[in-house]
């Protein structure tokens, strides 16, 4: 059985002025999200500043969303490292707080082989029991799981279920498609490229947009599932500016300005982060208001 079918929120995790987490502001978040049709939650990933958490902090985060959601939605959490060791670490603590599954990201910097992104994966995945779902996003990491190198982690560690394909190479996540041959469920990681990954059989996304979309990222994914590829399609195209612009700047700069000028509190961000440029800002706010949802 899959974790969840639909649109999941890579979650920002908000901060206080002084740079601590806001945990008042992530609850509100939370109940945004799940009162606006989200289909999971994901916490502490790209989006949630994950690489500028302490231990303690990414370890709080997680056990938080877990009690606020109460089992409301699958709560994933982002627990992935450049360090084996660590990667198991905070894996074991997301499951011992009741994680409904870990997202585990390409370990960045270090350029792992295809084996030792398998060693790594595989390791980190049988030190637990909980769903694992892999994720891909080359532009970041430094680092790409190769559709083979995937496959077979998925056919060789029963708890390995999914992956989070954000390549931006639907040539490549096609020939994913084809070898796994169902083994291994595929998202979309990323939100322009919903509609082509969940034609080829992917089963949702998971979503920057759905921070401040989430009903609208919900039903793109939902058109897709009932088969509406044609009207899936209107939805992302009209989706296409806004998407463009939460990404005009590295992620989660654009989301955090967005859900601000909403009124959400996402606040500021952790250094080497910084506040999202006047011109980009007003583009965003623009394309918001076109949107209809400012």
């Known amino acids: 059985m899959s974790i969840f079918t639909g649109a999941a929120v890579a979650i920002v995790t908000p901060m206080n002025q002084d740079g601590s987490v806001n945990y008042e502001k992530l609850d509100n978040l939370i109940e945004f999200q799940i009162k606006n049709s989200t289909d999971a939650i994901v916490i502490c990933g790209t989006t949630g500043e994950a690489s500028t958490l302490s231990h303690e902090e990414h370890i709080d985060v997680i056990r938080h969303c877990i009690k606020t959601v109460n089992k409301r939605v699958p709560v994933i959490a982002g ?5 084996t060791e660590t990667a198991i670490y905070l894996s074991k603590e997301a ?8 997202l585990l990201v390409t370990p ?19 030190a637990i029991s909980i769903p694992c779902i892999l994720y891909n996003v080359p532009s970041r990491t430094g680092c790409n799981i190769l559709p083979e190198t995937a496959v077979r982690l998925a056919k060789d560690v029963d708890n ?3 992956i989070k394909e954000a390549s931006g ?22 939100d322009d490229q919903i509609v082509p990954i969940m034609s080829l059989g992917g089963l949702g996304v998971i ?3 759905s921070n401040v979309a989430p009903q609208q990222t919900h039903d793109i994914c939902q058109a897709c599932l009932d088969g509406d590829y044609k009207k899936a399609a209107a939805m992302q195209l009209e989706a296409l500016p806004l998407i463009d612009s939460l990404f005009s700047e590295v992620n ?4 955090k300005k967005a859900l601000n000028l909403m009124g959400l509190g996402a606040g500021p ?8 440029e006047d011109k980009n800002a007003k583009i965003l706010e623009e394309n918001m208001k076109n949107y209809g949802i400012y």
């Open 108 to 126: 960045y910097y270090n350029k792992a082989t295809q084996n030792g992104l398998y060693e790594h994966f595989k390791d980190t995945a049988e």
């Open 169 to 190: 190479n639907i040539s490549q996540i096609a020939k994913l498609a084809q070898l796994a041959n169902g083994c291994i469920d595929i998202y979309s990681g990323n």
């Open 269 to 276: 961000l952790r250094k080497p982060l910084t506040e999202m």
């Open 160 to 162: 390995i279920v999914a």
């Open 252 to 255: 989660p700069i654009p989301v």
């Open 79 to 83: 627990t992935g490292s450049n360090c």
């Open 95 to 102: 499951e011992s707080a009741g994680a409904d599954a870990v």
């Open 207 to 209: 979503s920057v947009l």
